[in-house]
């Protein structure tokens, strides 16, 4: 078999045999296969899309690149929760506490940030000692512990998609239906889990567009879960505009605490519940959702779901006092105001501009070497329907250097859209699969 026919099938709109599937896989994950080949065959698989039996194929033998997880000495219906990514999307750190602090065992291997969205590791990181890279034991006994364990892909875990998934990043290969699924499903099918709840997010600051792909992912994914015999649910959500206010990793985990003392924006909140109440619900903790939403509620007012964040980052080696004096957390040596040019409503905020603007000065990465700033990111001072003044501030720019930071806040100033009526409102749950 030669790749490069492989990639010439593919780009031809072929289908290509599980086995050919299995072969590029297992070269590049060895390394075999050189970067410039597998980002041609994923560019390949951009444009020519994938079957649902290709995805599935690769998913699998994405899994096995790795060990899964062997969770059966752990009792309990594991669940876990995963978002395709957002901007402002820390819904991971409210919902995953939430449904531990309910009951629910969840075991948690998240992602970096990807193209202008954060990842969850990221944000976990900029808590000084947080380590995210425990050994599958720790991971094990950390869940039995505290029903909650954060973790990143390792050499042990889907080694395929991590070598992948930074690859993707850097070849402008990350919006494919196909790829998504996999990549997402191979890390979540490697975690020894019963259920998941997928976020699966459309509009400008999503890598998904259009709500008629975000459907076609959610049922590639909860397909690939099912017939993995597993329960799963996806939730379609709008990304339109950042989630929350606060765009950046230790500037999330800010927002993070502030919303497990429900003290926290609307959207968020409201997401953050809606998720937490699926991850019990498929957890089995209670027998309907609507005893779930009250209870995911329950643990949100009485600061239960806070606590477990704290005693999750304590045994994870962090600084959990963080949550109460932001001043121990990174913080930026500079901020900019960005104003609002004139009298209006505020009918869009384009979370991929605020993404990339935040990328830019260090919230993410352009390269898959990069490191990622902790300290920088964006805190918006309005959201899309907001009657503002002229000159009213619409945000702030925290940064360390400033180096790029006219290109951002000129990328910052295009993202808000000011009309003279008020916009739509918009729905934030447009729909669920399965
Ligand atoms: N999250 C993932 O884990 N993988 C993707 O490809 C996109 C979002």
Known sequence: MRTVDLIRRKRDGEELSIEEIAFIVDSYTRGTIPDYQMASFLMAVYFAGMSDKEAEALTLRMLESGETIDLSSVSGIKVDKHSTGGVGDKTSLIAAPLAAAAGAMVPMISGRALGHTGGTLDKLESIPGFRTNLTVDEFRENLRMYSLAFMGQSEQVAPADAKMYALR??????????????SIMSKKLAEGIDSLVLDVKVGSGAFIKRQVDARRLAQMMVGIGRRADKRVQALITDMNQPLGYAIGNALEVMEVSQTLQNAGPTDLTRLSLELAARMIYLGRITMTLDDARELAQRKLLDGSGYKKFKEVITAQGGNAQVLDRFDLLPNATGAREIVCPRPGYISGIDAELIG???????????TKDDHVDPAVGIILEVKTGQKVDADAVLCRVYYTKDDRLEEAAELVEDAFRISSAPPEDRELILEVVG
């Open 169 to 182: 990043d850097v070849t402008a290969t990350i919006e494919s239906i196909a790829l998504v699924a996999s």
């Open 356 to 366: 990339r603007a935040a990328t830019m000065i260090g919230a993410g990465r352009d």
